[in-house]
């Protein structure tokens, strides 16, 4: 009975809190339950609310009530959390913590992850932060690299930490840089103290972020390292499968897909690693794991979005940089059943590695080399921008940010600022 009042708890806190208060949005794949937004953009773009300055990075913001959260970095000092009223962009407070040291593709990387009452962050250099909203002070922090650290020491840290907090009922749960560590663990949210641990996942380079997803009718954490894909238990960190999809591989970054059938997971990679459809089913308490293909073409760093009974995907990532090669990049329509590419847009527009985000029926991309948004109807016979307008400068061609939607207002990052325009009609 206990383990159920648990899991129902986790399912309650998982699912129902509003807005854009994590990682990739309310249901953690980059799409909002939004309606009424506008049908097409003016040609200067929708009405602009706000521009900020921000150091360098890749995280983007979250939205809870009237408040967007972010976290910002000063290179080689410290990491700083934002507040800020989400309609002005006027900043309200702020809390900078000294992290010093620099990592490659420097900058602020995190996301929060906000509930009503804390506000979870984590740093570059693995400070695992709670903030108390009310007293907007810290309630308590962990240094994820010093509690788990890597096999030789604190000394390698590659490109830092880019996994995102993710609230998990009464925890949050957080990803261990480490090999021979935990590869998550799960901290009570009001005292830090441990709940659970899971098995260590073996290998380092863990960039991808712990997302909760339902499978084979089983809600749990999906996670990825270097090779394998895991499949986390919600309320003990028990791995219920895993599946290696990879013999090598380079920085994961990127969360699974999941068909609306619930049964299909499509893993993607960049670096040349390709893509693996996978088909889940479950008999009893035991996963059953069957590789249906497999495709050349990968996305690094966002997730495919799966509407109707396509995929839409970036293709953006290293293979696809030399102008040769860019009929093979920019937005791809995909059969999910084969994963033959239906349409791909090349290099016009060729959007590097841009965030998508889909709401009310239609796709908004970014052009992370030219600053550009699209906004884009998601039809299977071609592809079919309805709006575009130049929305940052996107200078040194990095906007990786993934792009946020609430009350109508979207959020968007480059390296230099962040941007907020209200789509609302």
Same mark, same amino acid.
Request: charged share 25%; hydrophobic share 35%; aromatic share 10%.
């Given at each position: 009975?206990?383990?159920? =009042?648990?899991?129902?708890?986790?399912?309650?806190?998982?699912?129902?809190?509003?807005? *854009?208060?994590?990682?990739?949005?309310?249901?953690?794949?980059?799409?909002?339950?939004?309606?009424?937004? !506008?049908?097409?953009?003016?040609?200067?773009?929708?009405?602009?609310?706000?521009?900020?300055?921000?150091?360098?990075?890749?995280?983007?913001?979250?939205?809870?009530?009237?408040?967007?959260?972010?976290?910002?970095?000063?290179?080689? #000092?410290?990491?700083? !959390?934002?507040?800020?009223?989400?309609?002005?962009?006027?900043?309200? *407070?702020?809390?900078?913590?000294?992290?010093?040291?620099?990592?490659?593709?420097?900058?602020?990387? =995190?996301?929060?992850?906000?509930?009503?009452?804390?506000?979870?962050?984590?740093?570059?250099?693995?400070h695992l932060h709670a903030f108390d909203r009310k007293t907007r002070k810290v309630a308590w922090s962990i240094n994820l690299l010093e509690k788990y650290p890597d096999d030789d020491g604190n000394d390698k840290q590659g490109w830092g930490y880019g996994m995102n907090p993710l609230v998990v009922g009464e925890t949050i749960v957080a990803a261990s840089?480490?090999? #021979?560590?935990?590869?998550?663990?799960?901290?009570?949210?009001?005292?830090?103290?441990?709940?659970?641990?899971?098995?260590?996942?073996?290998?380092?380079?863990?960039?991808?972020?712990?997302?909760?997803?339902?499978?084979?009718? %089983?809600?749990?954490?999906?996670?990825?390292?270097?090779?394998?894909?895991?499949?986390?238990? !919600?309320?003990?960190?028990?791995?219920?499968?895993?599946? #290696?999809?990879?013999?090598?591989?380079?920085?994961?970054?990127?969360?699974?897909? %999941?068909?609306?059938?619930?049964?299909?997971?499509?893993?993607?990679?960049?670096?040349?690693?390709?893509?693996?459809?996978?088909?889940?089913?479950?008999?009893?308490?035991?996963?059953?794991?069957?590789?249906?293909?497999?495709?050349?073409?990968?996305?690094?760093?966002?997730?495919?979005?799966?509407?109707?009974?396509?995929?839409?995907?970036?293709?953006?990532?290293?293979?696809?940089?030399?102008?040769?090669?860019?009929?093979?990049?920019?937005?791809? =329509? %995909?059969?999910?059943?084969?994963?033959?590419?239906? *349409?791909?847009?090349?290099?016009?527009?060729?959007?590097?590695?841009?965030?998508?985000?889909?709401?009310?029926?239609?796709?908004?991309?970014?052009?992370?080399?030219?600053?550009?948004?699209?906004?884009?109807?998601?039809?299977?016979?071609?592809?079919?921008?309805?709006?575009?307008?130049?929305?940052?400068?996107?200078?040194?061609?990095?906007?990786?940010?993934?792009?946020?939607?609430?009350?109508?207002?979207?959020?968007?990052?480059?390296?230099?600022?962040?941007? =907020?325009?209200?789509?609302?009609?």
């Amino acid at each position: 009975m206990r383990y159920c =009042c648990l899991l129902l708890s986790i399912l309650l806190t998982t699912t129902t809190h509003a807005q *854009w208060s994590q990682y990739l949005g309310p249901k953690g794949d980059s799409t909002s339950p939004e309606t009424g937004l !506008l049908d097409e953009w003016p040609a200067d773009g929708p009405k602009e609310l706000w521009r900020i300055e921000m150091g360098p990075g890749f995280g983007a913001a979250a939205v809870d009530g009237d408040e967007a959260f972010l976290l910002d970095r000063v290179l080689g #000092e410290a990491d700083v !959390l934002r507040v800020l009223e989400v309609k002005t962009g006027k900043e309200k *407070w702020r809390y900078r913590y000294d992290a010093p040291g620099r990592v490659g593709f420097e900058g602020s990387r =995190c996301t929060p992850s906000v509930t009503d009452t804390h506000i979870f962050t984590t740093g570059e250099f693995g400070h695992l932060h709670a903030f108390d909203r009310k007293t907007r002070k810290v309630a308590w922090s962990i240094n994820l690299l010093e509690k788990y650290p890597d096999d030789d020491g604190n000394d390698k840290q590659g490109w830092g930490y880019g996994m995102n907090p993710l609230v998990v009922g009464e925890t949050i749960v957080a990803a261990s840089y480490a090999s #021979e560590h935990p590869g998550l663990i799960a901290f009570d949210q009001k005292t830090g103290d441990v709940a659970w641990e899971s098995e260590a996942f073996g290998g380092s380079s863990m960039y991808s972020s712990p997302i909760i997803r339902t499978i084979a009718g %089983v809600q749990g954490i999906a996670v990825r390292n270097i090779k394998n894909f895991f499949f986390i238990d !919600l309320a003990t960190g028990k791995t219920l499968f895993k599946h #290696e999809c990879y013999t090598k591989g380079k920085i994961p970054i990127t969360p699974v897909t %999941v068909m609306p059938d619930g049964e299909h997971v499509f893993i993607t990679q960049g670096y040349e690693m390709g893509s693996v459809m996978l088909k889940i089913t479950r008999d009893g308490d035991n996963f059953n794991v069957e590789e249906k293909y497999r495709t050349i073409e990968g996305s690094q760093i966002h997730p495919p979005i799966a509407i109707g009974e396509h995929l839409y995907i970036n293709h953006g990532e290293n293979a696809t940089h030399g102008k040769a090669k860019r009929k093979f990049a920019g937005l791809a =329509c %995909v059969d999910p059943t084969n994963g033959n590419v239906v *349409w791909n847009t090349g290099a016009d527009p060729f959007i590097g590695r841009g965030a998508l985000l889909y709401a009310d029926g239609k796709l908004i991309m970014q052009d992370a080399e030219g600053g550009m948004l699209f906004l884009v109807d998601p039809s299977p016979d071609k592809f079919k921008p309805i709006s575009s307008f130049r929305a940052t400068d996107a200078k040194n061609k990095k906007a990786w940010a993934p792009l946020s939607l609430a009350n109508g207002l979207l959020i968007v990052r480059d390296q230099n600022e962040m941007v =907020c325009f209200d789509l609302k009609k």
